[in-house]
């Protein structure tokens, strides 16, 4: 089942989520909508907390769903390790028609469980990198806006602001 994406100015976004206490068969519902949501959007990457979950999940798929093997699920990841930095254009599927340079680091290694609660890792450069880090900051309630400086990010949040008083946000 497709969950409906929640917007920057939602506070689900904006808090730090749970671990996951057991793999129940909510979770691995859960797990199925996050992909068919990710899938359908269409995006690379989607967080529990942007379909208004507050637990310590995401998936990641650079492929969009072309590749079977392409598809990361993690379950209370943590970092092994970052470094370097890089620096490119991204978005995000609860800042939709916004895009903004944001730096990341150019390695990044994270584990965590897989949907059969097994422990995994998953080591990624650039685009992969990149995901892995914004999808942690899901986790801790960051959007790649809180990762800019003062008036990019003002930018931003002000014209997210106008839109919702619009009543198109
Ligand atoms: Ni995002």
Known sequence: M????????????QSPAEPVAALTTDIERLLDDMVE?????PGVGL???QVGVPLRIFVIDLSVG????????????EWVDR?????????????????????????AVVRGMDRQGEMHTV????????????????????LFVDRLRGIKRDLIVRKVRKLARAGKW
């Open 2 to 13: 497709i969950r409906p994406i929640l917007r920057l100015g939602d506070t689900t976004l």
């Open 37 to 41: 949501t990710m899938y359908a959007a």
């Open 47 to 49: 967080a529990a907390p």
């Open 66 to 77: 072309r590749d079977a093997k392409a598809l990361i699920t993690m379950i209370n990841p």
């Open 83 to 107: 470094e370097g930095m890089q620096l490119e254009e991204e978005g995000c599927l609860s800042l939709p028609g916004f895009n903004a340079t944001v730096p990341r680091p150019a390695r």
């Open 123 to 142: 080591a990624g450069t650039g685009l992969l990198a990149r995901a892995l880090q914004h999808e942690m900051d899901h986790l801790d309630g960051k």
